[in-house]
């Protein structure tokens, strides 16, 4: 029988955690239902590997399709030499060609079927943009590969709850300032359509939370429950989305109201993030919707100040390797 494509692991920031990450991951493989392979530098993960004491035997692959036979014994990697040492916790900007050529390369692999998912590795944009990277960030970075500039919507999953920010990077003063309904309608489409696609969901249910305290309390605490929401949520319900709101954030997202909805959608940054990290701080994945290929990553950072010590928690990344996993199956 034919082992299923691989998952395409990047390199991320290789002064940041991702490399011990990637190890972490490969030495808890018997948790993971399917094979993945790593672009980055082989040298690079072997020296991490010594440094730290860890018997992860490196294999160099020259095909995606190589992976799944040697993943039991060793951790496939693709490389992508790096132009500078890398120190841990120093990051250099002049690494960053081979960052993005990582996730490139991955990109290109899962298109051509290769590889049956990306999963990124944490990258730091503040080093990225000294090095010339023109994006705001990876998902901008991959909808650009993808030629998908502007639909792709971000949502953050756990097992207990999916968040879909409307409004994303921006001030809460510039949220507010921006937020439309056609943003909401266009969040709400394509998190529908990605319930069923990809979360095997056959009627998805959306709550729409409101802006405002109380979800605006009737225009008492603000109008754009009423001009913008509310208008937005019937028409996704008059497309055939199972939408309901505006509703007070407040109350929807203890357990019994996340029983009632498969996805929320949240109208800032904030709104969405701080009840599925309080949920589940370790385990949230970044999941980025409205792309051809299924892209899932760890919900957190580089954290330069563990890099190379070995301390950082996998929970993230291998909960992101499992749910492109699922995702992909």
């Known amino acids: 029988m034919t082992a299923p494509p691989p998952l395409a692991?990047?390199?991320g920031e290789p002064a940041g955690i991702g490399g011990e990450l990637t190890l972490m991951a490969w030495r808890r493989r018997h948790r993971l239902e399917r094979a993945f392979l790593v672009v980055d530098d082989p040298g690079r993960l072997r020296a991490l590997a010594e440094r730290l004491g860890w018997d992860v035997p490196v294999a160099e692959i020259a095909d995606p399709a190589q992976a799944s036979a040697c993943f039991a014994t060793a951790l496939p990697v693709l490389s992508q030499s790096l132009p500078v040492p890398v120190e841990p916790g120093r990051p250099d900007p002049a690494n960053t060609p081979a960052v993005l050529a990582s996730i490139r390369r991955a990109v290109e692999m899962t298109v051509a079927g290769e590889t049956a998912a990306v999963v990124t590795n944490p990258i730091h944009k503040?080093?990225?943009?000294?090095?010339?990277f023109p994006f705001p960030g990876h998902t901008e970075y991959l909808a650009h590969l993808l030629g998908m500039d502007g639909a792709e919507v971000m949502m953050l999953a756990c097992p207990h709850l999916r968040v879909v920010p409307v409004t994303i990077h921006v001030s809460l003063a510039q949220a507010a300032a921006t937020l439309s309904a056609q943003a909401i309608i266009h969040a709400g489409r394509v998190t529908a359509a990605a319930l069923v696609r990809d979360f095997a969901?056959?009627?998805p249910r959306l709550a729409v939370?409101?802006?405002?305290p109380h979800a605006g309390e009737d225009g008492a605490m603000g109008r754009e429950e009423i001009d913008i929401i509310a208008p937005a949520v019937a028409t996704l319900r008059a497309e055939g989305?199972?939408?309901?709101?505006?509703?007070?954030?407040?109350?929807?997202f203890h357990a019994k109201a996340r029983a009632g909805y498969d996805a929320a959608l949240c109208m800032y940054h904030d709104q969405a993030l701080i009840?599925?990290?309080?949920?589940?701080f370790d385990g949230g994945v970044n999941v980025t919707l409205?792309?051809?290929?299924?892209?899932?990553?760890?919900?957190?950072g580089t954290a330069f100040a563990l890099a190379g010590r070995g301390q950082a928690n996998p929970a993230s990344l291998m909960a992101a390797l499992s749910m492109a996993a699922a995702m992909a199956a």
């Open 275 to 280: 009840p599925i990290k309080t949920i589940d």
């Open 201 to 203: 969901i056959d009627r």
């Open 290 to 300: 409205g792309l051809p290929i299924i892209r899932a990553s760890p919900d957190h």
């Open 126 to 132: 503040a080093v990225l943009y000294q090095g010339g």
């Open 9 to 11: 692991l990047t390199m």
């Open 209 to 212: 939370a409101g802006l405002n």
């Open 241 to 252: 989305i199972d939408a309901v709101g505006p509703l007070p954030a407040d109350t929807l």
